[in-house]
């Protein structure tokens, strides 16, 4: 497993959505990726309140480099299989924060789960599966 700081993972995402949208990721370990924004007008839906991709794209992402993170030696990359969410709040102002944690660091997927918050309450709660991808032989 190849260590991967969180600068690396800030220049990864230079020009991708993440970037765009203004994803910051906080601390990056093998056990727990720590991640968030600053709610700004593109984040919000047409009712004024966060829109789901925007909280979709702060869980997605942070399991995504968790995976990363993680890869097995001599995997290439990774790819979300499915992403379960549920949501239980929203905001309108302030900051979003993501914690997401493994659940399962297996060869061919791995399974995390993160939990977002805003102004100290969970908001959104999110299971993600990645398939490890392979070399092909």
């Not at 910051?24 to 593109?42: E, L, M, R």
């Not at 984040?43 to 829109?51: I, M, Q, R, T």
């Not at 925007?54 to 990359?77: F, H, K, Q, R, V």
Request: proline residues 4%; charged residues 20%.
């Amino acid at each position: 497993m190849k260590k991967i700081s969180v600068n690396d993972l800030h220049e990864r995402q230079r020009g991708s959505l993440p970037e765009l949208l203004g994803f910051d990721i906080v601390s990056a370990t093998t056990q727990s990726i720590d991640a968030g924004f600053d709610i700004k007008p593109h984040h919000l839906a047409p009712n004024g309140y966060l829109h789901a991709a925007s909280l979709i794209m702060l869980a997605d992402t942070s399991c995504g480099y968790g995976c990363m993170i993680n890869l097995p030696e001599g995997a290439n990359s990774f790819t979300t299989i499915e992403l379960k969410s549920n949501f239980l709040g929203t905001a309108r102002e302030g900051r979003v924060d993501c914690i997401a944690t493994p659940v399962h660091l297996g060869r061919t997927t791995q399974v995390w789960d993160a939990t977002v918050s805003a102004a100290g309450k969970t908001i959104a709660l999110f299971r993600c599966t990645q398939m490890v991808l392979w070399p092909k032989t």
